[in-house]
T-cell receptor
Framework: NAGVTQTPKFQVLKTGQSMTLQCAQDMNHNSMYWYRQDPGMGLRLIYYSASEGTTDKGEVPNGYNVSRLNKREFSLRLESAAPSQTSVYFC????????????FGPGTRLTVT | GENVEQHPSTLSVQEGDSAVIKCTYSDSASNYFPWYKQELGKRPQLIIDIRSNVGEKKDQRIAVTLNKTAKHFSLHITETQPEDSAVYFCAAIVPNTGNQFYFGTGTSLTVIP
């Protein structure tokens, strides 16, 4: 039981390049989330998927797109990376939204030069 | 949206002493308040949570208190140990935003042996 997995662990991009961060969970959770973590800013929600087939914007969605590929997988795409998107990205999942523990993946450290 | 403020940003205590971290929130509709611990280089993990219909909850050396009137909640760690050293994040959920988690900016706790 791997829990929540993310790929890649590290990535360096040049401004304007695109990439997709992958996330998968094996806990049969309905809800999945993407956060970014910046020094002094805590964790901020980018997008979430309350259930398979739905996605919604979080606090900081600009510059990102998401796809809930199936119940297990939730990807985050940067179409044209900017230095302001340099951050650590965490995927998380929970049984449902609301009063349910969110389980986090190991994170992806992204640097945009 | 919700605004969660967390203080202090850094905290150092002697082993065996108590540590208290405080958070305030702005939206009176918030109804769930989890606390996550993040060790250096690791993923955040839930350590304790409280719902808005409860004033206090304990789990061994950790406790959380909630004051709905004042819109603040606190994490209390007693008999601190070096392994308690980590960054702690509070969060609040607002039901009418799809149950999004709004995180505080984190408190870096150092327990000095």
């Amino acid at each position: 039981n791997a829990g929540v997995t993310q790929t890649p662990k590290f990535q360096v991009l040049k401004t304007g390049q695109s990439m997709t961060l992958q996330c998968a969970q094996d806990m049969n959770h309905n809800s999945m989330y993407w956060y970014r973590q910046d020094p002094g800013m805590g964790l901020r929600l980018i997008y979430y998927s309350a259930s398979e087939g739905t996605t919604d914007k979080g606090e900081v969605p600009n510059g990102y797109n998401v796809s809930r590929l199936n119940k297990r997988e939730f990807s985050l795409r940067l179409e044209s990376a900017a230095p302001s998107q340099t951050s650590v990205y965490f995927c998380a999942s929970s049984a449902l939204t609301g009063f349910h523990e969110q389980y986090f993946g190991p994170g992806t450290r992204l640097t945009v030069t | 949206g919700e605004n969660v403020e967390q203080h202090p940003s850094t905290l150092s205590v002697q082993e065996g002493d108590s540590a208290v971290i405080k958070c305030t929130y702005s939206d009176s509709a918030s109804n769930y308040f989890p606390w996550y611990k993040q060790e250096l280089g690791k993923r955040p993990q839930l350590i304790i949570d409280i719902r808005s219909n409860v004033g206090e909850k304990k789990d061994q050396r950790i406790a959380v208190t909630l004051n709905k009137t004042a819109k603040h909640f606190s994490l209390h760690i007693t008999e601190t140990q070096p392994e308690d050293s980590a960054v702690y994040f509070c969060a609040a959920i607002v039901p009418n935003t799809g149950n999004q988690f709004y995180f505080g900016t984190g408190t870096s706790l150092t327990v000095i042996p």
